[in-house]
């Protein structure tokens, strides 16, 4: 349907197409790890970018047949229903989903510091191993907020426009360009920046 556009794959790298504004950026397989073990939670993750930002995106859970999708400006749904991003507004109340750095990658340390803080100040943490399903269950309302440190473009890119479609807020935790830091926070508007200042104190704890 689209010849022209490039990709962005995380098995084969970016493989540029005529049309240079616009390129798919794919994860076949997110949550390689649980799905070799038999964990029944990995995805598929499919997103567009234009001029370096994401329109589209969709992400189907094959085990539970839950498609997640989204179009800029037109909204985030699973299967047939609307998507918001939860209500509360009190950190204390929130469950939080996370992604944990895996031996060889990461700053151990760092990560510790942060979690050791959103465990102390929240009702609980989940750590599922699919960074597509985390933020698109934050575009669902399942989780409250998200953050991970070192994520690749192919990880988030359709969760991305999940969250903002859904009236979340997404951004960079650290400085510079989310696509490129990987470090990435996602919640609802009330509790975004709280739960910000807390990471961010957390991080600044541990350097």
Known sequence: ARPNFGFLMEESGPSPGRDTRHRWIVDP???????LHGVPHWAISI???????MIAGLI?????????????????????????VPARRKLEESLIGTGIPFRGHGDHPRYLKTLAAVIATTTGVRRMGVASLDLAY?????????????????????GLILVREAGGTVAALSDGNLMESGD???????????LRELLTAAVAAAT
């Open 47 to 53: 997103g567009l970018e234009e001029d370096g930002e």
């Open 138 to 158: 934050v575009a669902a309302g399942r989780f409250d907020g998200f953050w991970e440190f070192g994520l690749k473009p192919w990880d988030m890119a359709a």
């Open 184 to 194: 990435v926070i996602a919640a609802n508007p009330p509790l975004y920046q709280p």
């Open 29 to 35: 397989l997110d949550g390689t790890t649980n799905f």
């Open 60 to 84: 189907y859970h094959p085990i539970a047949d839950e498609m997640y999708f989204a179009e800029n400006g037109g909204g985030a749904y699973l299967n047939d229903r609307r998507l918001r």
